[in-house]
């Protein structure tokens, strides 16, 4: 139950508000075990009960009343909840266990690598002009410690270069087998509720009873050999089953039921085969390089054919249904200088339909470049389809400079298709955006008419500001006041239809007084017009469907200066700047409690009077911190004040 909502009230001001009326209401009884016995480590490692209980669906129905009363519409025996499925037992546990587990044996140590050090020895600073530094340890403390003191040497010595790092692996075969099994059951029981006229009428008289149980289980296996060589295989078992001993209905409903029984029932048995290959594990250069193969399949599977009317077993076979996965990859990477290249190739195998995909990664440092594509069959027998070539290319790093593209090529005939490329340094950025389209061209009463074929070109165009003004960052304190000043700008600009383009104008400011009191002030404006800034790029297109440039054509200053204008109505009405949110909040601290008061507005547009009005609304909080279910909020809005 929600208890908090209960200790709060709400005033609607629409009178014919009502609550809604429950229809059906769902005891339940739920509660979950999870076991690690130690008598039984490691065979079984975790015994969970992760669902036992109990639950009952009641539904709701009319009763029949006597017709003495005219105030039977309104007497509340007019419905009756009745019981209509319980479940008085439902259940699903899993067991974990491990049958055996080889660990790797212990790495040898390197020759001329340098000895382990216990995790507890002291760390210990070796003067560089000691002579004997490279050799020398350090002897435990004595009592005698300090009395006579060494006097450095008077020359300089560097310490000795230190051993090129060595790859960590584990020599050695390593093999585990882990087991799990996870079942579940449930009785339930559906009543004739058909019957039933009233509450009196209620004798739990069964339509069905049903047994329902699923049982999964899975045999884990892995062997290797250090980092060179693994492998692993995984048998499962699936298998499930109801049956209704108790039925108590029309021959039809019978049937019905008897073929949802035969369509529950089914069984299999399946393997997950993997094998991996690095045969360069023992080398720092070439060690991502790795063959792999791996495949899916059901070795047995029983399930109810409708058609037939029987059951049909199904062993493994050379065919897609039975093999669901069957591929084979290969990975050549290399890092020289610590930079990753690499060449990817995968291969779906049969009975699949063919499947070829490859990438290409190089990375220099502040440029990196990468390249995929996939060839397919759609359907056995056919000629290979293309996906198109999508290459990825990046230079520079944040917050410099760093100018990335994406480009699709389609090789089929198509040509390119799409190309996106943006830059960004610090909190500027911009973007242009190719494409595949056809031209447009305005024309009157019609808006924007396509003509002519698809070609690549130019799409959009994109810049965006993003400055972030705040007071000094190293100041921490509980009283201290900060600010922060956050403006936003940013231009969109349509190449294919030119009158789609905006330029939105965002503000964020916060000011903070210690860790008391906040106030922030956020605004979004919007000039979903800005290519009359500029019309005369458009001249052409304008020219084409009837316009003049020239009549178009507006001066950003004096529009800018127009959408400041709070002092006249009329001149804001005529810029092409528009509000689209505007609020200021507060927030106080006081101590247990958290008081905040919010006023926010936006336009509204009436479409009957085809006129925009400000929506303003004001909201206070009062919320307690301790518990923050219990608040009060007083909001008033334009249609009235909500508690």
Not at 551 to 580: C, E, H, M
Request: hydrophobic share 40%; no cysteine; aromatic share 12%.
């Amino acid at each position: 139950m929600d208890w908090f909502k209960l200790l709060t009230t709400s005033v609607s001001t629409d009178p014919f508000t009502v609550p809604a009326l429950r229809t059906q209401l769902i005891p339940r009884l739920d509660t979950s075990m999870s076991f690690k016995p130690k008598e039984l480590f490691p065979w079984v490692t975790s015994l969970d009960i992760s669902h036992l209980g109990a639950s009952m669906t009641l539904l709701t129905k009319a009763a029949s009343l006597p017709m003495s009363s005219y105030l039977q519409a309104y007497d509340p025996r007019q419905q009756f909840f009745y019981p209509s499925v319980s479940r008085p037992f439902d259940a699903t546990a899993s067991i974990r266990g491990t049958l055996f587990g080889q660990p790797a044996a212990a790495a040898a140590p390197t020759p001329g690598a340098a000895p382990a050090v216990p995790a507890s020895a002291p760390v210990v600073l070796r003067s560089p002009w000691d002579p004997d530094a490279e050799t020398a340890t350090e002897p435990a403390p004595s009592p005698d410690a300090g009395k006579d003191a060494i006097a450095p040497a008077t020359d300089f010595r560097l310490p000795q270069r230190a051993k090129d790092a060595v790859l960590p692996r584990s020599p050695g075969w390593t093999e585990t087998a882990s087991w799990g099994l996870t079942p579940s059951l449930f009785m339930e029981d559906r009543y004739q509720s058909s019957p039933w006229n009233s509450p009196s009428d209620i004798d739990y008289g069964l339509q069905y009873r049903l047994y329902s149980y699923r049982i999964s289980g899975s045999l884990d296996t892995t062997v290797g050999y250090g980092d060179f060589f693994s492998t692993g295989l995984s048998l499962t078992y699936a298998d499930q089953n109801q049956l209704r001993p108790v039925l108590n209905t029309d021959p039809s409903t019978a049937a019905s039921y008897a073929l949802a029984d035969n369509l529950y029932k089914t069984r299999r048995v399946g393997e997950s085969a993997r094998l991996s290959l690095k045969p360069f594990s023992s080398s720092w250069l070439w060690s991502g390089t790795s063959l792999n193969w791996g495949m899916d399949s059901t070795l047995y599977g029983q399930s109810y054919n409708s058609t037939s009317a029987a059951f049909k077993e199904t062993w493994l076979s050379w065919d897609p249904t039975m093999i669901t996965s069957h591929n084979v990859s290969m990975i050549l990477a290399a890092r020289p200088n610590s930079l990753t290249q690499s060449i990817s190739l995968t291969a779906s195998l049969p009975p699949l339909l063919d499947s070829y995909s490859g990438s290409l990664a190089l990375d220099a440092g502040l440029a990196s470049l990468r390249l995929q594509s996939r060839m397919y069959r759609k359907f056995k027998d056919a000629d290979f389809s293309f996906d198109p070539i999508t290459t990825v290319l990046s230079m520079g790093t944040a917050p410099g400079p760093l100018l990335s593209d994406s480009f699709v090529y389609d090789s089929t005939g198509v040509g390119p298709v799409s190309n996106s490329t943006s830059l960004s340094w610090g909190i500027f950025s911009a973007a242009l955006a190719a494409m595949r389209t056809r031209s447009y061209m305005p024309v009157v009463g019609s808006g924007w008419v396509a003509f002519g074929d698809e070609t690549f070109a130019p799409s959009n165009l994109s810049f965006s500001l993003v400055p972030v003004w705040k007071s000094d960052p190293t100041i921490i304190s509980t009283t201290a006041t900060t600010w922060s000043v956050g403006p936003t700008l940013a231009l969109a600009q349509s190449l294919v239809r030119f009158s789609e383009s905006t330029l939105t104008f965002g503000l964020t400011a916060t000011l903070k007084l210690g860790d008391k009191f906040s106030l922030s002030l956020s605004s979004l404006s919007q000039n979903a017009a800005v290519w009359r800034y500029y019309s005369s790029i458009f001249s052409s297109q304008l020219e084409s469907g009837g316009f003049s440039a020239q009549g178009y054509q507006v001066n950003p200053l004096t529009d800018i200066w127009d959408s400041i204008a709070i002092w006249d109505s009329a001149t804001l009405r005529k810029s092409l700047f528009k509000l689209k949110s505007l609020s200021l909040r507060a927030a106080r601290d006081l101590h247990d409690w958290t008081l905040s008061a919010d006023i926010s507005t936006r336009p509204l547009y009436d479409a009957n009077s085809r006129f925009y009005s400000l929506d303003t609304s004001i909201s206070i909080l009062l919320a307690w911190k301790d518990i923050k279910e219990i608040t009060t909020t007083i909001k008033k809005v334009s249609t009235g004040i909500t508690y």
